[in-house]
Nanobody
Framework: EVQLVESGGGLVQAGGSLRLSCAGS????????IGWFRQAPGKEREGVSC????????YYADSVKGRFTISRDNAKNTVYLQMNSLKPEDTAIYYC???????????????WGQGTQVTVSS
């Protein structure tokens, strides 16, 4: 059974930090790019960051550049999202997902986790 499980969400004050984890199982984790997405109430799901399967290339949405860092540990089948200098507008449910290409659109991601809530208070 394919699974992606997010963890590490919570409540933090503005300016604080959180580290999200995404653990995969049931598929060849090494062969997949992993993306982080988020969805705030009343808004569409949006891409936050992604990391390739091969050379570790990383991509970030403009809204999080310089504050968030994505990394992966294939030995642990885990991808991390270090989130620093958090802002209230970062409040959302954060999802990780797996795709065969780092260039995949949101609709081309094959596997999704159930999400973890991140709440940033002002």
């Amino acid at each position: 059974e394919v699974q992606l499980v997010e963890s590490g969400g919570g409540l933090v004050q503005a300016g604080g930090s959180l580290r999200l984890s995404c653990a995969g199982s049931g598929f060849n984790f090494d062969d997949y790019a992993i993306g982080w997405f988020r969805q705030a109430p009343g808004k569409e799901r949006e891409g936050v960051s992604c990391i390739s399967s091969s050379d570790g290339s990383t991509y970030y949405a403009d809204s999080v550049k310089g504050r968030f860092t994505i990394s992966r540990d294939n030995a642990k089948n885990t991808v991390y999202l270090q989130m620093n200098s958090l802002k209230p507008e970062d409040t959302a449910i954060y999802y990780c997902a797996a795709a065969t290409s780092v260039l995949a659109t949101i609709y081309e991601y094959d596997y999704w986790g159930q999400g973890t809530q991140v709440t940033v208070s002002s």
